[in-house]
DNA sequence: TAAATAATGAACGCAGTGTTGTTTATTTAT
DNA sequence: ATAAATAAACAACACTGCGTTCATTATTTA
């Protein structure tokens, strides 16, 4: 039976993604060099073309990778009827924090400061995007006050993903489950109740 | 009397900037090179260099440029004594709105698609929750979910901020005065509410 | 109209990219 | 254990873009 892979192609590989992550949270995706990560990943230059197109091939790889596993947590919340249920952004939220806590390094360099590749934050809103929307209830016949189902869409997504990067960047301040609660708490019920103001009606 | 600038100068900067706007909406900040912009302007590359050091200069001087006028229209919004009145978001809301409004193809281009800059968005960011802050009253002692004042005020931020992106994104869909009012609404009594969903106490 | 200065044009070294060969080392399969 | 396969190293290449220099030309201001 042969090998799936050669030994020497794995080692070259994790040398690589190892180098890359570490030098993204030193100077930044765009400062890097080719060079940078072969000296890193004390390789050829050569080498890294063998395995990688260029610089945005080794992102793209490292994401994809990443994010499919982000999905595969996320599948995995039950959603009830209404996707706009508390325990759905509590349930979701928790699942994604707890996920990010297990690969805390690579989600820093990603997303916080000097680091942040917009493009990784726009495809994790996708995510969560899918998610809400999934199991969407078209018939929410009377709102009083006729809410844009996109904009509260685009309201839901922005301030979840808001949180989880506030969260990652204070270096989980709160248990994931303490953060998910409050804000299923404050989207639910308004931050004027959240936040103990009394309600000007 | 003199005149304070060779009008040659000024005509110069002028093209650069018109020429840098259109390119970044065209290929994205990264992909722009000095010679991309000297080409567009119909100037000499070297006299790129007499204006600016570098992109990141120019980049950075667009921005501050903008951003004070942003700023400024900011500032006058009167907040009254608790920050988190529904009038204050929408207020602090609607300006912005109209300000980016009146310069659209600059925000278009600094914050959507494969354009954006992410600096910029965390610039705006920072001017928003400065405003939100401005008049925090400490004294909410009773919140009866204990809410992280942090937290919510990175909630408000973020979906503020993600509505905004949103509103420029789909080419204005309701006039900015409607965006405001609904916005502030789901913020202040929560989403089941503004939708119209029965909400479970 | 003269002096000042902005803009041009050509050239330079430098750094980084992505590619092409050849050679060496390691791994897999016989 | 050894031969065939192939990953990795090494050297060199053309190419692009950066930022700077210097002399020359054109425009503006005084």
Request: charged share 20%; proline share 3%.
């Amino acid at each position: 039976m042969s090998r799936k892979t050669d030994l020497r192609i794995l080692r070259t590989k994790q040398s690589i993604r190892t180098a890359f992550y570490e030098l993204i949270q030193e100077k930044g995706y765009e400062a890097i060099t080719i060079q940078d990560i072969a000296d890193r990943a004390i390789i050829n230059r050569n080498t890294f073309y063998l395995h990688y197109q260029n610089k945005p091939d080794l992102l793209n790889t490292c994401m994809d990778e990443l994010l499919s596993e982000l999905k595969n947590a996320v599948i995995l919340c039950p959603i009830h009827m209404n996707p706009f249920s508390i325990s759905i952004l509590e349930i979701v939220m928790q699942a994604i924090l707890e996920h990010i806590s297990s690969n805390i390094t690579f989600y820093y360099a990603m997303l916080i400061e000097e680091n942040r590749i917009y493009q990784f934050r726009t495809k994790v809103e996708s995510i969560i995007k899918d998610k809400l929307n999934e199991g969407w209830n078209p018939v929410q016949g009377n709102s009083p006050l006729a809410i844009s189902k996109e904009l509260l869409l685009e309201f839901l997504v922005s301030s979840f993903m808001g949180i989880v990067i506030w969260w990652i960047k204070n270096d989980r301040p709160l248990p994931a489950g303490e953060v998910s609660f409050q804000f299923s708490r404050i989207v639910a019920y308004g931050h004027f109740k959240a936040a103990g103001i009394a309600v000007e009606e």
